[in-house]
C-alpha cells in the first residue's frame, strides 16, 4: 500500500523567512504533485514533477523531487502572508489504481 | 470558465436519503476522479473513468456508493442511504498533466 507522509503537518512561521516542507513516499512512482489549498476551498494546482531531480519554482516557491531517496521537498523563500494555507503533496498509483495518494497536508500559517 | 464545474456546492440531507451530485470536467480531459475529503485530512481516490469506462472501483467505501459517467462527458456520484459518517467534501478532477480539482460539494447528513 502507497504511504503519503508529509512533515510538518502544521507550520508556523514569520514573514520574510524561509523554510521546508517534506514529503515522503513508500512506493516507486511516476509522478509527484504539490497543492495548496485555502480553508473552505478546493485544491490548486502547484507543481507536477515527473523525474528524478526535477526542481521547478514559481514565485517563493520551489519544488523538487528525489526518487531515489523517495522524497520531495517544497521550499518556501521569504515567506509573505499570502502563502498561508495548507500544501498538499500527492502521488499516482497504488494498489494499481490511477487516483493520487496524498499526504496528510502541511498547515502553514505566516504571521506578518 | 473552464474549469471543473461540480454541482450542488452544498447539500444537507438527513440521514436514510440519497444524494446524487455532479461533475462537469475540462472538456478535453477524458480522465475524471472522485475523491471524499473529511476535516484535516488530504483528499481520498474513490473511483475514476477514462471515457465512459469505470477503470477503478475498488476504493468506493462502500457498496451505497456509486458513479456513472454515462456518455463520458460529465459524471455522477450517488450515496445511498446516507449516515452520518458521509459527511465530508466530495471532489472531482479530471487530468490533463496535473489533476485539476473542481470546488467540491460539501455534504452535511444529520
Known amino acids: 500500500e502507497l504511504k503519503v507522509e508529509q512533515n510538518p503537518l502544521f507550520l508556523s512561521m514569520q514573514e520574510g523567512k524561509n523554510y521546508t516542507i517534506y514529503c515522503n513516499y513508500s512506493?516507486?512512482?511516476?509522478?509527484l504533485y504539490w497543492y495548496r489549498q485555502d480553508p473552505g476551498k478546493s485544491l490548486e494546482s502547484l507543481f507536477v514533477?515527473?523525474?528524478?531531480?526535477a526542481v521547478k519554482q514559481e514565485g517563493r516557491l520551489m519544488a523538487s523531487l528525489d526518487t531515489k531517496a523517495r522524497l520531495s521537498t517544497l521550499h518556501i523563500t521569504a515567506a509573505v502572508h499570502d502563502l498561508s494555507a495548507t500544501y498538499f503533496c500527492a502521488v499516482d498509483g497504488g494498489g494499481g489504481a490511477d487516483g493520487l495518494t496524498f499526504g496528510k497536508g502541511t498547515h502553514l500559517i505566516i504571521q506578518p | 470558465d473552464t474549469g471543473v464545474s461540480q454541482d450542488p456546492r452544498h447539500k444537507i440531507t438527513k440521514r436514510g436519503q440519497n444524494v446524487t451530485f455532479r461533475c462537469d470536467p475540462i472538456s478535453e480531459h477524458n480522465r475524471l476522479y472522485w475523491y471524499r475529503q473529511t476535516l484535516g485530512q488530504g483528499p481520498e481516490f474513490l473511483t475514476y473513468?477514462?471515457?465512459?469506462?469505470?477503470?477503478?472501483k475498488s476504493r468506493l467505501l462502500s457498496d451505497r456508493f456509486s458513479a456513472e459517467r454515462p456518455k463520458g462527458s460529465f459524471s455522477t456520484l450517488e450515496i445511498q442511504r446516507t449516515e452520518q459518517g458521509d459527511s465530508a467534501m466530495y471532489l472531482c478532477?479530471?487530468?490533463?498533466?496535473?489533476?485539476?480539482f473542481g470546488p467540491g460539494t460539501r455534504l452535511t447528513v444529520l
Open positions: 512506493t516507486t512512482s511516476d509522478r
Open positions: 514533477l515527473l523525474s528524478n531531480g
Open positions: 478532477a479530471s487530468r490533463g498533466g496535473a489533476q485539476f
Open positions: 473513468f477514462q471515457n465512459e469506462a469505470q477503470l477503478e
